[in-house]
């Protein structure tokens, strides 16, 4: 499983778009890479996952370069519900076990 | 569907005592696991199960024993409590599709140890 590297914290303002990028150089071919959102309180949540080039969905867009050793999450016009942790993953179809690191504390201010 | 459920939500303990934290879930998926998540970190793996019968260790795992007799649930005992054991605890299921790799998470159960 791949070790990852994040900023530890961001701040935004709403209607921002927020890009959080991802360091993880040692990625296997197998790997996929997945991020999770976390809100105080509460367990993580899926947000979007990819292999390479690029994946979006109704809740952001997530951009793997050719060569999978970084990945970008972004959040287009963020509002104050998205302030959470933002985990990001490298794991190879081993759902069961996944590796957190410490994410990265996305704040959005008014 | 209830996704994935965990009681209790809170409780305190005092070193030396004994507990069974509860987790199921009614998605029929194979794969259930528990984590450990202290203030300020990411979680850590305490142990998982690949299926009825199948139990495995993950990076912190002493102090903790757990069995999956069903599909639906995954109990993780706390054999004698200590202060380091206090942590947000969340339980997760999760399914082969052959390439995802999506866990559904309870909403925690926070424990105290005095």
């Known amino acids: 499983l791949a070790k990852t590297t994040q900023p530890i914290s961001m701040d935004s303002y709403e209607g921002q778009e927020v890009n959080i990028t991802c360091s993880h150089n040692n990625i296997a071919t197998n790997d996929y890479i997945t991020w999770y959102q976390q809100f105080p309180s509460q367990g993580p949540r899926f947000i979007i996952q990819?292999?390479?080039t690029k994946v979006t969905n109704e809740v952001a867009s997530l951009f793997i370069p050719a060569d999978r050793k970084s990945s970008t999450l972004s959040l287009p016009r963020v509002s104050l519900s998205d302030t959470a942790v933002y985990y990001c993953?490298?794991?190879?179809?081993?759902?069961?076990?996944?590796?957190f690191g410490s994410g990265t504390r996305l704040l959005v201010r008014p | 569907n209830a996704g994935v459920t965990q009681t209790p939500k809170f409780q305190v303990l005092k070193t030396g005592q004994s507990m069974t934290l509860q987790c199921a879930q009614d998605m029929n998926h194979e794969y259930m696991s528990w984590y450990r998540q202290d203030p300020g970190m990411g979680l850590r793996l305490i142990h998982y199960?690949?299926?009825?019968?199948?139990?495995d260790q993950g990076e912190v795992p002493n102090g903790y024993n757990v069995s999956r007799s069903t599909t639906e649930d995954f109990p993780l005992r706390l054999l004698s409590a200590a202060p380091s054991q206090t942590s947000v605890y969340f339980c997760?299921?999760?399914?082969?599709?052959?390439?995802?790799?999506?866990?559904?998470f309870g909403p925690g159960t926070r424990l105290t140890v005095l």
């Open positions: 199960s690949v299926g009825a019968g199948i139990t």
């Open positions: 997760a299921s999760s399914y082969s599709s052959g390439e995802t790799d999506t866990q559904y």
């Open positions: 990819g292999y390479k």
């Open positions: 993953l490298g794991s190879g179809g081993s759902s069961y076990k996944l590796i």
